[in-house]
């Protein structure tokens, strides 16, 4: 008799055999059901049809590279992805979180870092998902900017301002906490669900994000030698 599988599925696409079966054998044992994917467009083909709760996905990939696949699961909606990118590639890395993935992580790494940063980003997913009290839900108004909580929308003047579920969250959290100094620290625990081996880079690229897709309109300030913050008049 087949039983449901309610375990969440992650789809862990990458072609180096060792590091796909070490991270099934982390995940696994973390709970999860997973399904393994050695090329890029096999991994692409299966997010589709099994639409997983998140994708970890190795840039450098026979078929389709990470870059594409991360795009193209994009323009289908906002499915979690965690790239793995190889070592002493930073510029891998900024263009892998400018094009929309939730997270990366360095190979070689610790699974069990994997497994942690796995729960973490899907732990922001559902939230971002959890339905909200519309009349709660709060809009802020700084000059041109509009930010709708509840729909997770960006305005600049009337139009709208595509944000990754991440630029939307940093955004948010430096308005909700307006004339707060916040840390990157401070911020890779809020919005990134932890703070260990925390990358600040990451805030940084999402912060230079945030200002190109929003020009003048952008509140947040960069305060030297200690973080970011959204100036509580302005
Ligand atoms: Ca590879």
Redesign the pocket.
């Known amino acids: 008799m087949a039983t449901r599988d309610d375990r969440p599925h992650v789809l862990v696409v990458?072609?180096?055999p060792n590091i796909a079966s070490f991270a099934r054998m982390y995940l696994e044992a973390a709970g999860f059901r997973v399904t393994l994917a050695a090329r890029g467009d096999e991994g692409l083909e299966a997010a589709e049809r099994e639409r997983p709760a998140l994708v970890v996905l190795?840039l450098?990939?026979p078929g389709l590279d990470g870059f594409e696949v991360t795009r193209r699961l994009r323009q289908g909606g906002s499915m979690p992805i965690i790239m793995l990118t190889a070592r002493d590639d930073p510029v891998d890395k900024v263009v892998g979180l400018e094009l929309g993935a939730d997270d990366y992580m360095t190979k070689p790494f610790d699974p069990r870092e994997l497994v942690a940063r796995v729960r973490a980003v899907l732990r922001r997913a559902e939230a971002a998902q959890a339905p909200v009290d519309g009349a709660a839900a709060p809009v802020y108004e700084l000059d041109r900017l509009r930010i709708e909580v509840g729909p997770r929308e960006v305005y600049v003047d009337a139009d709208q301002v595509a944000l990754t579920p991440k630029e939307f969250d940093l955004l948010a959290t430096l308005v909700e906490n307006r004339g707060l100094v916040l840390t990157r620290e401070q911020l890779l625990e809020r919005v990134w669900g932890y703070t260990f081996l925390g990358d600040s880079r990451t805030i940084d690229v999402h912060v230079r994000q945030l200002r190109r897709k929003l020009g003048e309109a952008c509140p947040v300030q960069t305060v030297w030698g200690t973080g970011y913050k959204v100036p509580a008049r302005r």
Do not use: A, S
Request: net charge negative.
């Open positions: 990458e072609d180096e190795d450098m990939l």
